[in-house]
């Protein structure tokens, strides 16, 4: 299976790509608005500031490639700042536009604990073939101050300092607030379920 992704320079794109190839994926990277529109499967990774990621998008017009492809049928994975992307905003340094593709908000992570969540952190997983052969509380590695909360299209929790989205998925769009490609065999198995997704 052919995964498009997206080669964003806010992202950890070398280990992802790694990652993929591991599952078994033909990865094609790219930086192309027009082989985004017309991919089938894509993953948008990210990492660091929601308004970085979201300039660049928009920059490349990249942002309206993924939401012509969405329409088109195709199925989106979003990781870390990727998946944050895909929601209608986020409230970092002030409030940035997202994709829109996801009903729901970023927020600063809220609670007695400090910021950025950075390590290992159990997940409750509701069912959706993205967490097939993952029992629920299996832990998953964040790296984040932002998330999203309470949403619709929640497949996955997570707790620090309160509960908050780890997982979302409407339809063929999937985002992972974690990091699958570095969480073990967990992430790896996370991703080989969205590689071998049939579309």
């Not at 990652?19 to 990865?27: N, P």
Request: aromatic share 8%; glycine share 10%.
């Amino acid at each position: 299976m052919t995964i498009t992704l997206i080669d964003s320079p806010v992202a950890n794109v070398a280990n992802i790509e790694r990652a993929l190839r591991t599952t078994g994926a033909d990865v094609r990277l790219t930086r192309d608005a027009a082989v985004v529109r017309d991919a089938r499967k894509i993953v948008l990774p990210g990492v660091g500031s929601f308004i970085a990621a979201m300039r660049w998008l928009e920059q490349t017009r990249i942002d309206d490639a993924l939401r012509d492809a969405v329409s088109r049928g195709a199925t989106l994975l979003g990781i870390c700042v990727g998946h944050q992307a895909l929601f209608e905003s986020s409230s970092e340094m002030g409030t940035t536009r997202g994709l829109g593709l996801l009903t729901g908000h970023v927020r600063m992570l809220e609670g007695p604990l400090p910021v950025p969540q950075i390590g290992w952190n159990r997940v409750d997983v509701q069912r959706s073939v993205l967490f097939d052969g993952i029992e629920n509380g299996t832990p998953f590695y964040f790296v984040h101050s932002y998330a999203a909360t309470h949403v619709d299209s929640e497949i996955g929790r997570a707790h620090y300092g309160g509960p908050f989205t780890a997982a979302a998925q409407d339809g063929r769009v999937f985002g992972l607030q974690f990091h699958p490609e570095k969480s073990s065999v967990a992430g790896l198995r996370v991703l080989r379920n969205f590689v071998e997704l049939r579309t």
